[in-house]
């Protein structure tokens, strides 16, 4: 990834799509331009701008309020994301969910001034059938904000749980060790882990800002990975091995973690981000640790989780009322900067969830 001067660079190549504004007198989109290879360029991305839909008989018309980022989206420009979806090619609108207001109902099950979240697309309109496809849900009045379900209250927080509890199987006092600590999901299973379960939780992130916020947010000890021998931090942090490491980076830190596992240990594959961009895949070549050490390796996809929607956004919602979860999102306003909010991620500029306010919080909702 670029660090410094370069990174600063590459992003503010973004600046000019960024000042692009929207009014509502049309529908704006971001199209894919070309596939990206490495980083998404800004010559990856299309603009481009039609007439507000109307919706037919059993359509909602929804007017996007924020939407969220993540890393798959780099492969949905590529043509590569495996969501059951059909694949994006040049000239398709970008896939991504958001939160956005029914403003026009003719459905029966849809009433004007509703707020969902579910799959909108990198467009500030939408037409929809609101089929089961799209996964759109209602946001329920709860006293917190809406920009809540593009991320904490959205798929990012439902991959948190689903990987931390189903996966993970936490228990009250085991060294845990977690990568990407600082990113979307990372900031969410470092307090769910260390508040909820009472993990001991050593986190991972890149540079002393970084380190110091998931000090915060419930990691007990920091490695910075820019600039410390990760190896040695871990022999240093966990003498005595880790029962359970939940990776969202891949590569050579999770081929560390494995050679440390103690007995029974369980390794939540959640993204292997530093994976990405490669030319060639990484290998491990020492998963045999697992057999050695009666472990467990699982990796999940958050669709395979949906059906436990409503109670996982319950214990998330109650857990930020009582203070044992606090929601980091990194919002970047304006719907010109979606292309650059999404490199963010690729240089691990963000921190916490990364979302776009396309037009911020609704006057008022149902």
Known sequence: ?????????????????????????????????????????PSDFAWHAEDIPEPAEGEVLLRTHYLGLAPVMRFYMQGIANTGDRQLRPGDIIHGRGVAQVVKSRHADWREGEMVQGQMGWQTYKVSKMSSQEKFFRMPKNGLPAALGAGVLGMTGLSAHAGLFTCGNPKEGERMVLSGAA???????SQMAANVVGCDVVGMAGGPEKCAFISEHGCSAAIDYKAEDIEAKLDELRPDGIDLYFDNVGGETLEACLDRLRMNARIVLCGSISEYTRDEPFKLSNYT???????????????????????????LAGWISDGRLKPVQDIEEGFGAMPRA????????????????VRGEPKEWL
């Open 1 to 41: 990834m670029a660090t410094g001067a370069s990174q600063a660079q590459a992003l503010s190549a973004f600046d000019a799509l960024a000042e692009r504004q929207i009014d509502d007198d049309a529908n704006y989109q971001w199209r894919i331009a070309n596939r990206p290879y490495g980083n998404v360029v």
């Open 183 to 189: 990113g979307g999901v990372g900031s969410m299973v």
């Open 289 to 315: 640790r697992l057999r050695a050490t009666d472990s467990v390796m699982r990796g999940f996809f958050v669709y395979n989780h949906i059906d436990r929607w409503e109670a996982v956004m319950d214990d």
């Open 342 to 357: 999404l490199a963010n991620l690729y240089y691990g500029a963000n921190v916490g969830v990364q979302c776009c306010s």
